[in-house]
């Protein structure tokens, strides 16, 4: 029974992983900006990876240079948003190219790390 049970549960997780992966191909190289309350908004879409260790890893083909973890999902999540907002400020101060899909981005402006793709350890 336990076979039958984690053999279910597998594959559902492969299901999950490739909806993912769906959706991290349809917005990996694009971030969505909106308009709201007169405050930009970008989206930078991020790879979710569970660590052996039980914690997860956080990086993003968008902004290569951001690498971050955290002991939970929420926490990855967090630490990421502030790692960007750092390393895209760090590259506004030294005239570094902004990515195509990040163009325009000022620090103030409102940016939302989302889940692309999960990877399983």
């Known amino acids: 029974m336990l076979e039958v049970e984690t053999q ?3 594959e559902e997780l492969q299901g999950i992983r490739h909806e993912l992966k769906t959706l991290l191909d349809r917005v990996e190289a694009v971030a969505y900006r909106f308009e709201r309350r007169g405050q930009r908004t970008y989206i930078l879409p991020v790879m979710l990876e569970a660590d052996e260790t039980g914690g997860f890893v956080i990086t993003s083909a968008l902004l ?12 990855a999540l967090l630490n990421a948003r502030e790692a960007a907002e750092g390393l895209l400020e760090v590259m506004l101060e030294d005239s570094d190219s902004l990515p195509s899909e990040l163009n325009g981005y ?5 940016l939302v790390v989302i889940v692309g793709a999960f990877e399983m350890a």
């Open 64 to 75: 290569p240079g951001l690498v971050t973890e955290g002991d939970d999902r929420e926490e």
């Open 8 to 10: 279910r549960l597998y």
């Open 106 to 110: 000022q620090p103030g402006d409102e």
